[in-house]
T-cell receptor
Framework: ELKVEQNPLFLSMQEGKNYTIYCNYSTTSDRLYWYRQDPGKSLESLFVLLSNGAVKQEGRLMASLDTKARLSTLHITAAVHDLSATYFC???????????FGAGTILRVKS | KAGVTQTPRYLIKTRGQQVTLSCSPISGHRSVSWYQQTPGQGLQFLFE???????NKGNFPGRFSGRQFSNSRSEMNVSTLELGDSALYLC????????????FGEGSRLTVL
């Protein structure tokens, strides 16, 4: 059974600092997603990583995928308060839109 | 471009009742999948439909069922509701299984009393 582990589960950081969220998964897959969720809201797609070595950047967020290590990272650069949210990674091992989600990382950016 | 629309957004039911939730995908998308989100279990896959056929099913009891219509709209039904069914039910739409991006609706928040 595929397991997806995120760490840390909770991250409190100061504005302007950098940090990385890690997503490990237990079986082979080269399809990984990052989503953002604000309280009481739905999931907003951030990145879709579809191959080994894929790197995508949007604003202060950059995501990468290493399928050999079964690891994805979400790097936050110079955090701002607006980035406060819960971030989920998800893996789709069967290419059938059957995503297995991590537990989520609650990010709080303090000014 | 309209997004994924889910109705109703909020509903309250009592134990033993049944509920039907609806999802209209983005125009042109043929795959609809459903997820349950709870504080204890997180986000869990329920089922996925493509061209009116259920292609994948998660690990949920038979009380949870779904279907997809020819216009790609989908419904899910939960019968004999239990307290533990209280959750946010999210629908996601995708062009198909190969494009690699799912777009989620705002969800239907179900409370079972």
């Amino acid at each position: 059974e595929l397991k997806v582990e995120q760490n840390p589960l909770f991250l409190s950081m100061q504005e302007g600092k950098n940090y990385t969220i890690y997503c490990n998964y237990s079986t082979t897959s080269d399809r990984l997603y990052w989503y953002r969720q604000d309280p009481g809201k739905s999931l907003e797609s951030l990145f879709v990583l579809l191959s080994n070595g894929a790197v995508k950047q949007e604003g202060r967020l950059m995501a990468s995928l290493d399928t050999k290590a079964r690891l994805s990272t979400l790097h936050i650069t110079a955090a701002v308060h607006d980035l406060s949210a819960t971030y989920f990674c998800a893996v789709d091992p069967l290419y059938g839109n059957k995503l297995v989600f991590g537990a989520g990382t609650i990010l709080r950016v303090k000014s | 471009k309209a997004g994924v629309t889910q109705t109703p957004r909020y509903l309250i039911k009592t134990r033993g009742q049944q509920v039907t939730l609806s999802c209209s995908p983005i125009s042109g998308h043929r795959s609809v999948s459903w997820y349950q989100q709870t504080p204890g279990q997180g986000l869990q896959f329920l089922f996925e439909y493509f061209s009116e056929t259920q292609r994948n099913k998660g690990n949920f009891p038979g009380r949870f069922s779904g279907r997809q219509f020819s216009n790609s709209r989908s419904e899910m039904n939960v019968s004999t509701l239990e307290l533990g069914d209280s959750a946010l039910y999210l629908c996601a739409s995708s062009l198909d299984a190969f494009t690699g991006e799912l777009f989620f609706g705002e969800g239907s928040r179900l409370t079972v009393l």
